[in-house]
């Protein structure tokens, strides 16, 4: 059994094998040879390319005839006694193609050359988006290992990252016109170091800070998109926003200052939709995040939003006045609106939260389904047949900050959510992705542990048709990647099975006041309902 993960659609073994040397010597024309250029940072220590394809053991060729075949990301791969031929529509094809190979070629086998087995792959995913989200606002991880991340991405076939840049804990990225969000927004005095449980919170007050700079971003953007990996940037608001009015107290309904929080769990603090000058700064931001990041996506949070402020505010009960809201929290859908068409004037589509779908957003809207409650897991089924695009970030098979125990791989694998996804609207199903917040993961080490092997279970989701996934069959084609992987910089994933008992007793703390609010979002939707 060869190990490649994501699986690919059609693998074929045939007689013979192809011996190559080392370093394998790899050439293609025109936009193949590009993307040999950008592949050739991150694979030198296997290949070197060649300027004519006579000389090379493996030769690239874009065939935008074949763009039926294998669609925009999907490739050919031909292994001959004589040479490898990859072939695809488009760059992101022999991209993908070339991790393929990659995945084939064991590092140990370096010095003396590889053997490779003769055959033929056919390959393309199934999902348009095969995601990951990094929550860096509860801790900063800093570029390296963004880039490291996105080298991991990149081999599992994943082309999305969801970079979750500014919450209740922190704001991660240089705004120029409002500089104090990272000066001010950017530090907190301490972490929160024990479970959600209100009594046993337990404090470090190291000083927390870090953010990235304009510069920074761009350069991670660029690297991302050497990878074919487009960055989805969040800015989370209305609620998780204790970071902004900490730097800009005026931006909230109670104008009162504030730190930014140590403590972890989901607090009072908003955004005050009712003030035009908070709605003029968040299209600031939102200017600013458009210029930055490239990519036709921006995901504006709206989750977990308490309206207790909102309640209380003589600006936020006057604009829910004018617009005939039923009810307060209608307010979130309503500046969800507002800022998904301020985008959609600069070409971008928003991405929100599951919370703010109500039946006035704006169909245009991506949801993004994440709560573990089924009764939102309903109500994100009416969406997509009401034509609603959707991601799955499911908590169930995608949390990896929970206990691997809490949140087994088999989960992940299984994907049992898109279960629900009614007949006649798949292709409102625009993909899957994993997920790892960070309040208890601190460090790269922890961070390779909680995510891995999960996230290549998920990327197997997002990239293989669903009849051809077997959980045994992917647990020794990861077994079969160690080694390789090693090569990559992930030397920490966690065991297959693994179990860890006393962060299954924090999962439930943590998932507790989780459900808390999904109950109160339940009631609040009963309401609309019944109004
Ligand atoms: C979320 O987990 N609050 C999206
Ligand atoms: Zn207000």
């Not at 292994?79 to 991209?95: C, D, H, W, Y």
């Not at 953010?211 to 800015?235: C, N």
């Not at 709206?302 to 936020?316: F, K, N, Y």
Request: charged letters at 25%; a negative charge; hydrophobic letters at 40%.
């Amino acid at each position: 059994m060869l190990a490649i993960i994501p699986k690919p659609e059609k693998l074929t073994i045939l007689p013979g094998e192809l011996h190559l040397a080392n370093p394998i010597t790899i050439s293609g024309d025109g936009e193949a040879k590009q993307v040999l250029v950008q592949f050739a940072s991150s694979l030198e220590q296997f290949f070197a390319l060649k300027p004519t394809s006579q000389e090379a053991q493996v030769l690239l060729e874009i065939r935008e005839d074949m763009q039926e075949e294998v669609g925009c990301e999907g490739y050919l791969l031909d292994i001959s006694s004589e040479k490898v031929t990859i072939r695809a529509a488009q760059p992101a094809g022999l991209f993908y193609g070339m991790q393929t190979l990659r995945q084939l070629l064991a590092p140990e086998i370096q010095v003396s050359g590889y053997s490779l087995p003769c055959l033929s792959i056919r390959d393309k995913p199934r999902f348009k988006w095969r995601g990951f989200m990094l929550d860096e606002a509860r801790h900063f991880f800093g570029i390296q290992t963004v880039k490291r991340v996105l080298d991991w991405l990149a081999y599992f076939k994943i082309n999305t990252f969801h970079w979750h840049l500014t919450d209740y804990q922190g704001w991660r990225v240089e705004i120029a016109k409002y500089n104090l969000l990272t000066e001010v927004g950017g530090r907190r005095a301490g972490s929160q170091t024990r479970s959600f449980s209100k009594q046993f919170r337990g404090m470090d007050l190291t000083p927390h800070a870090g953010w990235y700079s304009q510069d920074e971003i761009r350069e991670i953007v660029a690297y991302a998109a050497q990878r074919y990996i487009t960055i989805v940037p969040e800015l989370d608001l209305p609620g998780h926003f204790s970071a902004a009015l900490a730097a800009y107290p005026h931006l909230g309904c109670t104008k009162e200052e504030m730190e930014v929080r140590m403590e972890w769990g989901i607090f009072n603090d908003v955004a005050c939709v009712g003030s035009q000058e908070t709605r003029e700064f968040l299209y600031d931001v939102l200017d600013e995040f458009s210029n930055l990041f490239p990519g036709p996506y921006i995901h504006l949070g709206g989750d977990e939003v308490r309206t207790d402020h909102w309640r209380d505010c003589p600006e936020c009960q006057r604009v829910k006045g004018e617009n005939g809201l039923k009810t307060i929290s209608g307010l979130n859908s309503l500046i969800m609106n507002d800022l998904g068409s301020f985008l959609q004037g600069k070409g971008k589509t928003p991405v929100v939260w599951n919370e703010a779908l109500s039946p006035s957003l704006d169909k245009r809207t991506v949801i993004m389904h994440w709560t573990p409650v089924p009764f939102s897991l309903l109500k994100t089924k009416r969406a997509l047949q009401d034509g609603y695009q959707v991601v799955f970030q499911t908590f169930w098979e995608s949390y990896f900050d929970y206990a691997h125990s809490f949140i087994p791989l088999k989960n992940v694998h299984r994907a049992k959510s898109l279960d629900q996804v009614p007949r006649g609207a798949w292709d409102n199903v625009l993909g899957v992705q994993g997920a790892l917040w960070t309040e208890f993961v601190a460090d790269e080490a922890r961070l390779q542990w909680n995510v891995f092997p999960r996230l290549a279970a998920k990327a197997e989701v997002g990239w293989s048709q669903s009849g051809d996934r077997s959980y045994v069959d992917f647990k020794d084609r990861w077994g079969g990647l160690r080694s390789n992987i090693e090569s990559l910089g992930l030397a920490n994933p966690a065991p297959l099975e693994a179990s860890d008992p006393s962060s299954y007793r924090r999962s439930l703390a943590l998932l507790h006041d989780v459900i808390v609010d999904m109950q109160a979002e339940q009631h609040r939707w009963n309401l609309v309902k019944s109004k």
